[in-house]
């Protein structure tokens, strides 16, 4: 017997059993037959996530390896990063790691009919990639201190250890990491679960606490600088883009959707 598999394009993403059942007369068999898994697909029109050119498909889903720039304005470094989405093991750790978010654990049900929607999906895997939330997520941040005890963030050049090693300390945030490593194995699950994606560096990047859309400083009568407000410029930041439609804004919000990992200020 053969038979085949179509799944509409909206249809949820992950593990699904499959079981073949067979009714005579008053009878019914069943038999597990196995299983398979569903990923979003950029090569389906019908797919939110769908990405029309074939060389950006190839770009920003299918390769494994890029670079990610650092430094400040007047130095760019370009840091080698291996992404390593297709690597052993690397669908099951991201699917799990759907499973561990506390978005599932508050209401399963609700959080696993979401997962066809790949706006969903990108909030729940920016919240997980870090662990600031107390939700077992994959990066500790550390930003000043010492580094001697655990991995300095600027020893990382790969997603790939650093995800098989959050699962094998059975899901206890890996020490440490910045910007640029959360952006970089937030490529990586996203481009694993079949969505677009790719990275942004942003230099003199402002850091905006009240969101007024400004960088304000204080000085007193004489200009002397006071220690009043708590927006600052980073030397740069690094976050990650998503390429999919937004039916909730309208069509001219389609394209690429702004996603940050980095745990600096709580989400809303």
Known sequence: MNFTISSPANAVIGRYNLTLQVTAGNKIFSRFLGQFVLLFNPWCPGDDVYMANENERQEY??????????GNAKYIEARGWYYGQFQDHLLNI???????????RQDPAIDVSRRGDPKYVGRVISSMINGNDNDNGVLLGKWQGSFH?????????????????????????VQYGQCWVFAGVMCTVLRCLGIPTR??????SAHDVDRNLSIDKYYDSSGKSLNIGKDSTWDYHVWN????????????????????????????
């Open 61 to 70: 889903v299918l390769n494994e390896n890029g670079i990610i720039f650092v």
């Open 149 to 173: 005890s655990h991995e300095n963030p600027s020893r990382w050049d790969g997603s790939v250890v650093i995800l098989q090693k959050w699962r094998q300390d059975n899901y206890k945030p």
């Open 94 to 104: 991201c699917l799990t790691m759907l499973d561990l978010s506390l978005y599932y």
């Open 241 to 268: 883009e998503s390429w999919f439609v937004r039916p909730d804004l309208g069509t001219s919000y389609n394209g690429w959707q702004v996603l940050d990992a980095t745990p600096q200020e709580q989400s809303k």
């Open 199 to 204: 990275l942004v560096s942003n230099f003199n």
